[in-house]
T-cell receptor, first 114, second 112 residues
Framework: SQTIHQWPATLVQPVGSPLSLECTVE??????LYWYRQAAGRGLQLLFY??????ISSEVPQNLSASRPQDRQFILSSKKLLLSDSGFYLC?????????????FGDGTRLSIL | AQSVTQLDSQVPVFEEAPVELRCNYS??????LFWYVQYPNQGLQLLLK??????LVKGINGFEAEFNKSQTSFHLRKPSVHISDTAEYFC??????????FGAGTQVVVTP
């Protein structure tokens, strides 16, 4: 069966520090991968998605970037964090190639910026 | 463009009472609809999905939803809730590119 792992579960970082969040998927090949942010009391905002290695689409201009160095690895990064980057970050995957495929989510990373 | 409206931001309900969470969508293409549940400090878990066929869809944990094309709705129901159903529920629709558009969420609070 397929599984998705995100780490770390929680992270406290000072303003201006770098960020790297990692997500890996097991049990499937060539998945679509997604990064979402969920701010307190708000819905989910899609940040990035990827349909293949090295292919990244950005949904909103921001202080973050994403990379997909391997088929089942998706990384969210920042060179210098801002206070507004605080939130709950969720990685998700879906089977590639179809609009009718549900997304499956990891357990999330709670990021607090001080 | 696709969009999703969840009409209630919070729904209080007593244990063993029924609950209905309302979801309306707009879409210019054929729709695929989903309900997700999020427990505190966890990711989203798929409750059920409508892809085609029967308009009444049954999901996990005793939830069901009915797709109504004429009313562009996909309301979620459970006949008898438990304390453990306290969570946030998200309705979502796929857009023409296959990306999910989420509603703002409905917080369900179950009290004894």
């Amino acid at each position: 069966s397929q599984t998705i792992h995100q780490w770390p579960a929680t992270l406290v970082q000072p303003v201006g520090s770098p960020l790297s969040l990692e997500c890996t998927v097991e049990g499937t090949s060539n998945p679509n991968l997604y990064w979402y942010r969920q701010a307190a009391g708000r819905g989910l905002q899609l940040l990035f998605y990827s349909v293949g290695i090295g292919q990244i689409s950005s949904e909103v201009p921001q202080n973050l970037s994403a990379s997909r160095p391997q088929d089942r690895q998706f990384i969210l990064s920042s060179k210098k964090l801002l206070l507004s980057d605080s939130g709950f970050y969720l990685c998700a995957w879906s089977v590639g190639g179809g609009r009718n495929q549900p997304q499956h989510f990891g357990d999330g990373t709670r990021l607090s910026i001080l | 463009a696709q969009s999703v409206t969840q009409l209630d931001s919070q729904v209080p309900v007593f244990e063993e009472a029924p609950v209905e969470l309302r979801c309306n969508y707009s879409s210019s293409v054929s729709v695929y609809l989903f309900w997700y549940v999020q427990y505190p400090n966890q990711g989203l878990q798929l409750l059920l999905k409508y892809l085609s066929g029967s308009t009444l869809v049954k999901g996990i944990n005793g939830f069901e939803a009915e797709f109504n094309k004429s009313q562009t709705s996909f309301h979620l129901r459970k006949p008898s809730v438990h304390i453990s159903d306290t969570a946030e529920y998200f309705c979502a629709v796929t857009d023409s590119w296959g990306k999910l558009q989420f509603g703002a969420g409905t917080q369900v609070v179950v009290t004894p």
